[in-house]
């Protein structure tokens, strides 16, 4: 059973960065979509940003392109989120996942993923 570990979460000011680093273990290359998730206090989960193993093709939500990129890398089996300009609305636990999917139709859509980490949290202050 793959394990999903968050890492690289803090608090910053506004304008900062940040890089989040999403561990799979053991490794693993049997998957098609992996995505970055965030939840707030009072607010539902939402999609930040997912990726596509087969083509390397991105997907964003609008409040985020621009500013955040996800990637990976192999030799780690490590997947990245980097954060740029990061606003106060930016605080929430982020989650990364795992979809098996082979193609998803809504790849920001959390319900798309079977696999989750454990979450690590972004504060952003102004």
């Known amino acids: 059973q793959v394990q999903l570990v968050e890492s690289g979460g803090g608090a910053v000011q506004a304008g900062g960065s940040l890089r989040l680093a999403c561990l799979a273990s053991?490794?693993?290359?049997?998957?098609?979509?992996m995505g970055w998730f965030r939840q707030a206090p009072g607010k539902e989960r939402e999609g930040v940003a997912s990726?596509?193993?087969?083509?390397?093709?991105?997907v964003y939500a609008d409040s985020v392109k621009g500013r955040f990129t996800i990637s990976r890398d192999s030799a780690k089996n490590t997947v990245y989120l980097e954060m740029n300009s990061l606003k106060p609305d930016d605080t929430a636990m982020y989650y990364c996942?795992?979809?098996?999917?082979?193609?998803?139709?809504?790849?920001?859509?959390?319900?798309?993923?079977?696999?989750w980490g454990q979450g690590t949290q972004v504060t952003v202050s102004s």
């Open positions: 996942a795992m979809g098996l999917g082979f193609y998803l139709q809504q790849p920001l859509v959390p319900g798309s993923y079977g696999i």
């Open positions: 053991p490794y693993t290359s049997n998957y098609n979509y």
């Open positions: 990726r596509r193993s087969a083509t390397g093709s991105t």
